[in-house]
């Protein structure tokens, strides 16, 4: 095991000892007793009886309701407070012994395997898809977390042992929580990845729309930019405005800001819905195709006579120069 993955396995070995701790100390509060012996943590167990009394009554309880003896939640709470501080030294050898014994709970060869596995186990998606997406512009996190598959329990009330972990990517084990069961949160998973899936077919169209596209014109102004482009033999033109997310933060999502038009099946239909929707030789060019720059060309000849402009006209000089108009 290499030093990494030997750090995460002290890691949750530590996390595993402290929920077998919780309910070792908490099952010691339902029943008043205050002892506490090495032998009786090494072979106590976490029962379902216990969690479910922790998960559904303790923490939904008002403080002051009765559980269990006539105590409430916050004498239960006070009593495991107190018997951590009464037998913190005991509760130390527990847990180095615990840590020493932790291949009993869960093999480094099973951690690594668990490791190994690159599959959320409810969404389904990769390590290598997130970053697919995330080079995409397509994930949309405020946090440093969800470039790597984490390990998730599927009851987090119980140890970290082999037959209770999976992989799991940030979104779904973040969603999960502590509230769903790894059986009820399948369906989310499952919607989830149909998520992922819409946005990863939405990335192999952009990238073959991108390599089977001949850029024909392109301009803009301050905003964003136009283009007018050929795939086969059709024609579209699509607007990129995701400028204006840094000029206006907030006001805007990313997809508001990309629109296609089309397919037009000829170059005059395409540029002329082109010049209708916007005035095109009133923004500045960025690119012509030598292909296109003598049809184009006959397009700002008449403009240039039909419209009334400033000899200085910073865009259409620019324009001209572009496709060699006098």
């Not at 379902?48 to 303790?58: A, F, G, N, S």
């Not at 989310?188 to 991108?210: C, D, F, H, S």
């Amino acid at each position: 095991m290499n030093s990494e993955n030997e750090r995460k396995y002290l890691s949750k070995a530590k996390d595993s000892f402290r929920t077998k701790k919780q309910f070792f100390i908490f099952d010691k509060a339902l029943r008043n007793d205050h002892t506490c012996y090495l032998n009786d943590f090494i072979y106590f167990e976490i029962s379902q009886t216990l969690v479910d009394i922790y998960t559904t009554q303790y923490w939904q309880y008002d403080r002051k309701d009765k559980i269990n003896l006539n105590q409430t939640p916050d004498d239960i709470y006070q009593f495991m407070i107190n018997f951590e501080k009464q037998h913190s030294v005991i509760i130390s050898e527990m847990e180095a012994n615990y840590l020493d014994n932790y291949q009993n709970v869960f093999k480094k060869e099973d951690f690594e395997n668990l490791l190994n596995n690159k599959h959320c186990f409810y969404c389904n998606i990769t390590e290598a898809q997130i970053l697919e997406l995330a080079n995409s512009h397509k994930l949309y996190k405020k946090n440093e977390r969800g470039w790597k598959l984490e390990i998730d329990r599927i009851n987090s009330n119980k140890e970290y042992r082999k037959d209770n972990c999976v992989m799991a990517c940030y979104w779904c084990n973040n969603a999960k929580t502590d509230e769903f069961t790894a059986e009820e949160f399948a369906e989310v998973g499952k919607a989830i990845g149909k998520i992922w899936e819409m946005r990863l077919n939405e990335i192999a169209k952009a990238t073959k729309y991108q390599k089977d596209s001949t850029l024909v014109l392109e301009f803009g102004g301050e905003g964003g930019s136009i283009k007018l482009i050929k795939i086969e033999k059709d024609y579209y033109f699509t607007t990129d405005e995701s400028a204006l997310m840094d000029l206006l933060p907030g006001e805007f999502e990313a997809d508001e800001l990309v629109s296609t038009y089309g397919p037009f099946n000829q170059f005059e239909a395409a540029f002329a819905a082109l010049m209708k929707r916007y005035s095109v030789f009133k923004l500045y060019p960025l690119s012509v195709s030598p292909n296109y720059a003598s049809e184009i060309s006959i397009y700002l000849k008449e403009y240039i006579s039909t419209e009334k402009y400033p000899d200085n006209n910073f865009n259409i000089n620019e324009w001209k120069e572009l496709l060699k108009v006098k």
